[in-house]
């Protein structure tokens, strides 16, 4: 590690480290693989869509930003998709399939 590198990832003066650039790579890398069509096929035959990660991702990345509505409208998306989605194949089971259902992992606020 030179000199330069480790005047980066100590804390600044100014009161911490700009993770911004580490973040933003980060970010770009997994919006990448989850564009990928090996892995948005591996994704859906575990019934995860692709674009609401794609969607959450950005959510997250948002709310790292500090942009907390655009984050807030994002993972309000992403949860009523997934709530949908979980809605309908708990209806398309049936209620005499035997399949146990998905553990709640609801916070109980909406």
Do not use: C, Q, W
Not at 58 to 76: N, S, T, V
Not at 84 to 92: F, H, K, P, Q, T
């Amino acid at each position: 590690m030179t000199r330069e590198d480790d005047k980066k990832t100590r804390p600044a003066a100014g009161g911490g480290v700009d993770p911004g650039p580490e973040l933003a790579a980060v970010f770009d890398d997994l919006e990448t693989l989850l564009k990928n069509g090996d892995v948005i096929e591996a994704l859906t035959a575990r019934g995860i869509n692709a674009s609401l990660a794609l969607l959450a991702a950005d959510a997250l990345r948002a709310y790292l930003a500090g942009r907390k509505a655009d984050a807030a409208e994002d993972f309000a998306t992403v949860a009523e998709e997934i709530r949908g989605r979980l809605a309908a194949s708990a209806e398309a089971r049936g209620p005499d399939d035997g399949s146990p259902g998905e553990p709640s992992r609801s916070n109980g606020r909406r």
